[in-house]
């Protein structure tokens, strides 16, 4: 079920959040946007379009490399810069949002599964080697090491069952409203995260409530 507001929810066992632009701010869309620009595109089809290849390359499910992605958006606009150049627009633009971060300790030592539910490649290994924050989670399912992302519901199934709960006993949070959608579609509770501190204070109804991990 798409939800609004965490009150009044049934009793849940645990949280699943999106990455970039929940855990932290979005940096693929900055970093493409960038990218567009500087090469004198349109950065919002170019944004799409790089959406779209990322999927259709193979990268995001991790039967594609870094290398096979750039070269594949190379060839469909035209752009340049190095492989590193080009990641280096990205990667950057991730910043942790401390409130979140604060808010999933919370819900741990409340007694809540608290897992990362991300599309993303090899990068999140990286951000983490960078900025630490796989320790503050029970799980993490990453697309790239999933081998299936987000546009394909059933991976939400997935997720459930790895963790041992029922759809409806779990939460998931993302800013993209479509993979909130087959989020609720599998029967999860899902939200749309627009706002981080409303988020955040959403999230204390739960941390004043206890969970069970069990």
Do not use: C
């Amino acid at each position: 079920m798409v939800v609004t507001t965490l009150r009044g929810l049934p009793p849940l066992k645990g949280v699943l959040f999106d990455f970039g632009g929940v855990l932290s701010r979005e940096g693929f869309r900055g970093g493409l946007y960038s990218i567009a620009r500087k090469n004198g595109l349109d950065p919002e089809p170019f944004f799409h379009l790089a959406s779209d290849l990322i999927y259709d390359t193979g990268y995001i499910t991790g039967r594609a490399t870094e290398a096979d992605y750039w070269e594949a958006l190379r060839r469909a606009t035209g752009i340049r810069g190095t492989d590193a150049d080009l990641t280096g627009e990205i990667l950057p633009r991730f910043i942790l949002r401390s409130v979140m971060i604060d808010a999933v300790r919370s819900l741990r030592r409340g007694g809540y599964l608290v897992a990362i539910a991300s599309d993303q490649v090899d990068w999140l290994d990286r951000l983490d080697e960078r900025d630490h924050f796989y320790k503050e989670f029970d799980r993490v399912f990453n697309s790239y090491r999933l081998g299936k992302g987000k546009r394909d519901a059933t991976v939400f199934d997935d997720m459930a069952n790895a963790l041992n709960r029922e759809p409806g006993e779990l939460l998931f949070l993302d800013d993209n409203a479509e993979n909130v959608e087959r989020a609720a579609s599998r029967g999860m509770h899902a939200m749309v995260v627009a706002n981080t501190e409303e988020t955040v204070e959403e999230l204390r109804v739960l941390s004043a409530l206890p969970g069970s991990a069990s």
